[in-house]
């Protein structure tokens, strides 16, 4: 049985803006500019599901194992490169 499972598009954006001397450079980035909040991708695997029992061995319930998977929060940073 296929249980997949349809998600919808998002678009990220990032923003660099540099300034450059001779033999270094400073950046300032920002990651996920607008800070989208998305899933990714899910984990639905059908080979984690097992059955939980109780003490007479009687099925109670089926446990999966299920999970998604979401975009990086908005990072801002400063990065400095220097060539020797």
Not at 47 to 76: H, M, V, W
């Amino acid at each position: 049985m296929n249980r997949s499972q349809a998600l919808p598009g998002f678009s990220l954006h990032a923003f660099t803006a540099s300034y450059k001397e001779e033999n270094w450079r400073a950046s300032l980035y920002v990651n996920n500019l607008f800070n989208k909040y998305a899933r990714t991708s899910v984990r639905n695997n059908l080979t984690k599901i097992r059955d939980i029992t109780n003490d007479d061995g009687e099925r109670q319930f089926a446990l999966r194992s299920y999970g998604e998977y979401i975009t990086e929060p908005r990072a801002i940073g400063v990065k400095f490169d220097m060539n020797f």
